[in-house]
């Protein structure tokens, strides 16, 4: 009868990633959330709204950022070297 309440640890790592994704996607829907009541009274068109929503994520470079070894080389700003 107890063989039926155990969990085993696949199960327990899958749970654990299932409630960390769940948490991402709150954080997420959170973020965009709150830029849309911004957005919403501080932009003069759809496009200027959709993206301060698409970018709520977003966090600005920081020098550690920059200076860092593994990311110095980086293109930080794809889009701009596309233009």
């Known amino acids: 009868m107890s063989d039926s309440l155990d969990i085993t640890p696949e199960e327990l790592h899958r749970l654990a990633d299932d409630c960390l994704e769940l ?7 959170s973020l965009r959330n709150d830029a849309k009541l911004r957005a919403v009274t501080n932009t003069e ?8 929503v698409d970018a709520a994520h ?3 470079i920081s ?14 700003n794809s889009a701009a070297r596309e233009q």
């Open 45 to 52: 068109t759809y496009e200027e709204f959709k993206d301060i």
């Open 63 to 76: 020098k550690q950022d920059k200076a860092n070894v593994k990311t110095k080389s980086r293109l930080w």
């Open 23 to 29: 948490l991402r996607k709150e954080e997420l829907h």
């Open 58 to 60: 977003l966090r600005p």
